[in-house]
């Protein structure tokens, strides 16, 4: 895909997540890798709903910029996982309801913040891991997405929002969009004893899918 085509993805897709309630206001970010090591990522302040093609960040396989307005802050966080996490694409992080309620509760399992309820959150975000709170933009929420060493395409910022990873972006939003509804799921049925995967259908769909999930011997 040419960098115009992807330009304008990265506005259509976020146009779609914010018009959707998915993330409000200028929050959320998303970034994409070229093919010459750089890569594109929305610019600070921007509202994912009024994007610009022209205005994008573009930036050099150092992470400085090249083009465009000044970056999200966050970059440091997307530099943290290309650099961790080789099938790795594309980005996106927002700052979406469910998700971020889900990151404040105090029963989350760090290595692994929901249950396997669905085939279809384990198929698109395999585990989800829970990092600690760092303030927007700390260059140390970096070095705690380094250590989960690129075994999570999802994550949890506490107290701030989901990021997840994938092959293209079209996939990380799919796979944020499965995180949200799961959180969700979560949420509704809290307090309700329900009834998750069993450890042999989990494994059905590791054999069949040809899904990694960290820890999921011992978590799930």
Known sequence: MSETRIREEICRLGR???E??????????????????????????????FLDPARMSRLGPDGRLVSGDAPTKEVPLHTAIYQTRGAARAV??????????????????PRAA??????YYLMKCGQTALVPYYRPGDPAVADAIKGLAGKYSSVLLAN??????????E??????EELEETAKLYLLL??????YLSPEQVKDLTDVFGLTLPEHGEHL
Request: aromatic share 4%; hydrophobic share 40%.
């Open 16 to 18: 779609s997540l914010f």
């Open 20 to 49: 959707r309630g998915l993330t409000p206001g200028s929050s959320g970010n998303i970034s994409v890798k070229l093919d010459d090591g750089g890569w594109l990522v929305t610019p600070t302040n921007a509202s994912l709903g």
């Open 92 to 109: 996106v992080h927002l700052h979406s309801t469910h998700s971020v309620a889900l990151s404040m509760l105090p029963e989350i399992d």
């Open 114 to 119: 929901l249950p396997p309820m669905t085939p």
């Open 160 to 169: 701030h929002g989901p990021v997840v990873s994938g092959d293209t972006l």
């Open 171 to 176: 996939a990380a939003v799919f796979a944020m």
């Open 190 to 195: 809290r307090g309700l004893n329900p009834r």
